[in-house]
């Protein structure tokens, strides 16, 4: 069993600090006193008004209860395992050439995520933001479902 937070000290060298400072502005989207913070943080990785756009509207859908991914409170010194796999799988999503989500049938809140984290994997990929990580909880391995995709 994986432990559900690690220090981000522990996992420095596989966490680079572009990871770590979007996890940071992700954090801040929620709050309405410190999302311009995040506003700022995102364009200050290289991000345009689409991928701003694309990251702080993501955020709200993993709130959603539907979503396995669960963001720290910004100032954490721990990274979540599910932030872990947020970040994984936009960097294998951005690496494909054109994500879209696979819809099962009408009111699938997962198409939702999967859809919007295809729009940050794009914004990811122009922004050419460095996401390294790559390893893949059961939970991040259930959000890229080969089922659920359709790679063109």
Known sequence: MSPTRVSYQSIG????AVEQRLLCALRRVPDPATRDDA?????????DADGIG?????????????????????GSPFIG???????????????????????????????????????????????DLGLR??????VGLRLLDPAAWVRS
Not at 133 to 138: I, K, V, Y
């Open 39 to 47: 506003v700022a943080l995102l364009g200050g990785l290289g991000l």
């Open 13 to 16: 060298r596989r966490c680079n």
């Open 133 to 138: 990580l790559t390893t893949l909880s059961p």
């Open 81 to 127: 395992a599910t932030e872990l796999d947020l970040l994984a799988c936009v960097r294998r999503l951005s690496q494909w050439r054109h994500p879209r989500p696979r819809a099962h049938h009408d009111g699938d809140a997962m198409v939702a995520l999967r859809d919007q984290l295809a729009q940050c994997a794009h914004a990811a990929r122009q922004a």
């Open 54 to 74: 694309a990251f702080t509207a993501l955020v709200p859908l993993l709130r959603t209860g539907h979503a396995p991914i669960e963001l720290l409170q910004p």
